[in-house]
C-alpha cells in the first residue's frame, strides 16, 4: 500500500506528558499537511511544508505544538505538556504541488488526554 | 477569512432518494472547491472537485456546480443507495493560502434500505 500512514493509531496520554506523531506522505509528494479534528466538526489546518521548509502554521498551532519534516519525507508532531483539550484526531495530509492537486490523507492519530 | 458552511445534518434518506447538501463559501479569492466524504472507520477521501466558475465536478453519480454568483457549491446526487452512508465535507483551497483545504462542519448522510 503507498497511500499515506500515520503512526500510531490511537494514543492514551496523561496531561502533562509529552506525545509524538509520524506520518509518511505517498513518496513523490512534496507538501504535506497536519489538520486536526474533533468530534463532529470538520478538520482544522494546523500546518504545512513543502518538501523540507515548514511555511506556514495556523495560529491554531501554540506553542506546546512543533512539527518537522527533517528530508523531505516523513514529519512529526509533537505536542509538549498536552492538555485535555488537546484530545483530537490529528491528521495527515500530502499532495503533488499546490492548488488543485488533491490531498491525500491518512487514517489519522486519534490522541485521548486524560 | 476563508470559511465554509454546510446545511446542518444529519441527513436521513430512504434508499433511492435525491439528495442534496448544500455548501457556501466565503473567499477572498479564486479557490478551487472540493467534496471530501468518509466512510465508517476510513480516512477522508476526495469524491469530486472544481476549479473555477460553472464548472461541475462528478463522481460516483455524485455532482457539484461551482455557482461564483451564488459562491455555492451544492452536491446532489439522483439516487442514493445504503452504501453512500457517510460523512460529507465541503471544503475550499486558495492558492494564496498554501492551497491548505477549509472544511466545513461535515454532514452525516444516513441512507436506509
Known amino acids: 500500500d503507498t497511500g499515506v500512514s500515520q503512526d500510531p493509531r490511537h494514543k492514551i496520554t496523561k496531561r502533562g506528558q509529552n506525545v509524538t506523531f509520524r506520518c509518511d506522505p505517498i513518496?513523490?509528494?512534496?507538501?504535506l499537511y497536519w489538520y486536526r479534528q474533533t468530534l463532529g466538526q470538520g478538520p482544522e489546518f494546523l500546518t504545512y511544508?513543502?518538501?523540507?521548509?515548514?511555511?506556514?502554521k495556523s495560529r491554531l498551532l501554540s506553542d506546546r505544538f512543533s512539527a518537522e519534516r527533517p528530508k523531505g519525507s516523513f514529519s512529526t508532531l509533537e505536542i509538549q505538556r498536552t492538555e485535555q483539550g488537546d484530545s483530537a484526531m490529528y491528521l495527515c495530509?500530502?499532495?503533488?504541488?499546490?492548488?488543485?492537486?488533491?490531498?491525500?490523507f491518512g487514517p489519522g492519530t486519534r490522541l485521548t488526554v486524560l | 477569512g476563508d470559511s465554509v458552511t454546510q446545511m446542518e445534518g444529519p441527513v436521513t434518506l430512504s434508499e433511492e432518494a435525491f439528495l442534496t447538501i448544500n455548501c457556501t463559501y466565503t473567499?477572498?479569492?479564486?479557490?478551487?472547491l472540493f467534496w471530501y466524504v468518509q466512510y465508517p472507520g476510513e480516512g477522508l477521501q476526495l469524491l469530486l472537485k472544481?476549479?473555477?466558475?460553472?464548472d461541475k465536478g462528478s463522481n460516483k453519480g455524485f455532482e457539484a456546480t461551482y455557482r461564483k454568483e451564488t459562491t455555492s457549491f451544492h452536491l446532489e446526487k439522483g439516487s442514493v443507495q445504503v452504501s453512500d452512508s457517510a460523512v460529507y465535507f465541503c471544503?475550499?483551497?486558495?492558492?494564496?493560502?498554501?492551497?491548505?483545504?477549509?472544511f466545513g462542519e461535515g454532514t452525516q448522510l444516513t441512507v436506509n434500505p
Open positions: 495530509a500530502s499532495s503533488l504541488g499546490s492548488g488543485a492537486n488533491e490531498q491525500f
Open positions: 513518496s513523490e509528494h512534496n507538501r
Open positions: 511544508f513543502q518538501n523540507e521548509a515548514q511555511l506556514e
Open positions: 473567499a477572498t479569492g479564486y479557490p478551487s
Open positions: 472544481a476549479t473555477k466558475a460553472d
Open positions: 471544503a475550499l483551497s486558495e492558492k494564496t493560502s498554501g492551497s491548505r483545504l477549509t
